[in-house]
């Protein structure tokens, strides 16, 4: 299993109050086991750091980012493959798809995800990937 987190995965995970976050932990632990493979585009770091800090201040910040970059997911550079693809799929879908999505379906596409974990609807119109939510998900 080789699937993509979206930044809303990550804050159901930290900042959730019902059982989402158990199901986030659940992700995270079949990531993480021989085989499977968890991949964080950094465009969801930079959007993330944002949120946390919005949400908690820029201590927990700092702290739920660090946990991020040492949890042993695997955090995918923003390439020119990368970009160039997530220019096709900006334009395909008429720019109705964030500049951000974008860049996290084409990660997705090049790197052969599964699935992305997202709660975004936009997700779910790009053909090109296969978008999974919470709900979903079945371990």
């Known amino acids: 299993m080789k699937v993509v987190l979206d930044t809303n995965f990550f804050v159901l995970h930290y900042f959730s109050k ?3 976050s158990t199901k986030t932990r659940l992700i995270l632990t079949q990531c993480r086991k021989i ?5 964080i585009p950094t465009i969801v770091l930079g959007e993330f750091y944002a949120i946390s800090q919005k949400m908690a201040g820029r201590d927990v910040a700092e702290r739920v980012y660090a946990e991020i970059i040492n949890s042993g997911l695997s955090v995918i550079e ?5 970009a ?3 220019g096709v ?5 008429k720019e109705d798809i964030p500049w951000g999505d974008c ?3 084409a990660t997705a596409f090049l790197h052969g995800a599964d699935y992305v974990v997202t ?3 936009h997700f779910k119109t790009i053909t090109e990937v296969r978008a999974r939510t919470l709900k979903e998900l079945r371990f």
């Open 18 to 20: 019902d059982d989402a």
């Open 119 to 121: 709660e975004d609807p």
């Open 35 to 39: 085989g499977n493979k968890g991949l």
């Open 89 to 93: 799929f900006r334009l395909k879908y």
């Open 78 to 82: 923003i390439t020119s493959d990368i």
């Open 84 to 86: 160039k693809q997530a």
């Open 103 to 105: 860049i996290i379906a």
